[in-house]
């Protein structure tokens, strides 16, 4: 009447599925499953001490669901019983780990090989590099690196035995901005917190120009010339530039704010503040490519 243990499974967290020999896990209340004489009592223990029984079904078949198991080494194990009785030895033991730590955010440096401006780029930055090297040295070895793009996953790798890695992004990353991040898993399934690392791509060589001015201010509207006169304090900025970009909008070295190129090459602007009255002389820049300088386009 010998108990015999057939598998163990962790049902929680990002790595299920049975626990091989020696394995480490993050399923302190594992599923223990069995083979055993129908109709008796099945008792698991972990270091000796029971953590959970059941009665063996009509085909001789087991399964127990442990209480709370110790962090570290559980050599897991069975016996059958009858009543109080033992019909049998102990099984043999089922070695796992319990392990719940999540391992450290992994540091990493970015890299641009593509263009005239090759080299680190700095996270805030921007590369004309639409695949940028991600890779990182003194990790854990046999742990995953997984690359997000937001929430999608984009890349993933294993940490080498001297503890370095390296992801290339598995599609080219699109034009603007783009919030990346990295962590590290474990083999129980345990996840580091997200080392962030926003990055605009820009790839495109479009420059940036502003194209009009448009009077939104009664009573006479309509596209504003340039060196024009209008009695529109915030008059409404259009232009064109790099899709995905940022595009600065300043006047007399005030920034003033902000607008996205859309897909088809256009932005606008219109200032929240109202303009003094004279002059005014605005310019719009975006970011270049590779860590180029700013385009600038300027119109009075």
């Keep these: 009447q010998v108990a015999a243990i057939t598998a163990v499974v962790d049902n929680v967290g990002a790595v299920q599925g049975e626990v091989a020999q020696g ?70 033991a089922h070695r796992v780990v319990i392990d719940t730590a999540a391992p450290q955010t992994p540091s990493f440096t970015v890299t641009d090989n593509v263009g005239a401006d090759k080299g680190p780029v700095a996270a805030n930055g921007t590369t004309d590099d639409a ?9 854990t070895p046999v742990n995953t690196i ?18 370095n890695w390296s992801i290339t992004p598995t599609e080219p990353l699109g034009e ?6 990295v962590t590290a898993s474990d083999p129980a399934g345990n996840e580091s917190p997200r080392g962030g690392f926003p990055l605009t791509v820009a790839t495109s060589t479009q420059p940036v120009a502003i194209t009009k001015a448009v009077d939104d201010q009664a009573a006479e509207t309509g596209d504003v010339a340039d060196k024009g006169v209008t009695n529109d304090r915030t008059p409404t900025l259009e232009g064109t530039g790099r899709p995905g970009a940022t595009v ?24 929240t503040a109202k303009q003094a009255d004279g002059d005014d002389t605005y310019t719009a820049s975006q970011p270049g490519g590779g860590g180029a300088a700013d385009a600038t386009s300027a119109v009075t």
Excluded at 37 to 63: C, F, L, P
Excluded at 154 to 163: A, E, Q, R
Excluded at 176 to 181: A, C, E, K, T, V
Aim: zero cysteines; hydrophobic letters at 30%.
């Design 131 to 139: 695949t940028p090297t991600f890779e990182g040295t003194g990790a």
């Design 23 to 92: 394995a480490s896990t993050d399923d302190r209340h594992l599923e223990v499953r069995g083979t055993g004489a129908a109709g008796k009592v099945v008792r698991v223990y972990a270091q000796g001490a029971e953590v959970g029984s059941a009665t063996i079904d009509a085909d001789g078949q087991w399964s127990v669901t442990t209480s709370t198991l110790g962090l570290g080494q559980n050599d897991l194990t069975a016996r059958v019983f009858d009543g109080a009785t033992a019909l049998g030895p102990l099984s043999g």
């Design 146 to 163: 997984t690359l997000r793009d937001g929430d999608k996953v984009i890349g993933t790798g294993l940490v080498d035995s001297n503890g």
């Design 248 to 271: 600065t909008i300043s006047e007399g070295g005030q920034t003033l704010g902000t607008a996205t190129v859309r897909s088809d090459g256009a932005w606008s602007f219109t200032p």
């Design 176 to 181: 603007g901005q783009h919030n990346l991040s």
